[in-house]
């Protein structure tokens, strides 16, 4: 009798295992340099042209959010037209951009936390092996080369969609601080 072989009990859970292993390393691998970026965008446009902390020990930025400014009584935090970068530590008020608020801050904050983390699942989410599967069966290629090339291939298309969200944020950027 040539009856089939019952599937193992665990095959359908392994593969959904494997499938959920898949995506978390791949919206880990694109959350670490879409991050990485924000970070580079939020020195670059935040921290330069909204706000400047006199504190020599603030971290403050993207990645630990919330220390951007320091004020209480003695020593307010100015509103200025312009912020001024590289006034001495301590001795100096901490300032911000007419217009803005240590709460406008949160909410921009906010924005590229949410682009950070949609732009991380829709990449994750993209079914990209199958389609370089097709390419490298037509080519030839063998396994090992096939899994190094597909890696190689996802982390370029990672860094180009950090490249383009670096780009169109900082357009809409330099719109808002206009």
């Known amino acids: 009798m040539n009856t089939p072989m019952p599937p193992p009990p665990n095959s359908a859970a392994k593969s959904g295992w494997h499938r ?98 949609s732009t991380s699942a829709i990449l994750a989410r993209i079914s990209w092996h199958q389609r370089i599967n097709r390419i490298f069966d037509r080519m030839h290629i063998p396994e090992w080369l096939r899994a190094l090339l597909a890696g190689f291939l996802y982390l370029l298309l990672v860094i180009a969609a950090v490249i383009a969200i670096y780009w169109y944020a900082f357009a809409a950027f330099c719109v808002v601080l206009s």
């Open 20 to 117: 959920f292993t898949i995506l978390a390393l791949k919206f880990g691998l694109a959350f670490f340099w879409i991050t990485l970026a924000c970070e580079i965008l939020w020195e670059e446009t935040a921290n330069r042209y909204l706000y400047d902390s006199t504190d020599p020990d603030a971290m403050a930025g993207f990645v630990f959010p919330g220390d951007w400014l320091y004020g209480d009584s003695d020593k307010p935090i100015a509103v200025v037209p312009q912020v001024v970068h590289g006034r001495p530590a301590w001795t100096e008020p901490d300032e911000i951009k007419e217009g803005w608020t240590e709460g406008r801050l949160w909410c921009l904050w906010w924005c590229f936390l949410a682009v950070d983390l």
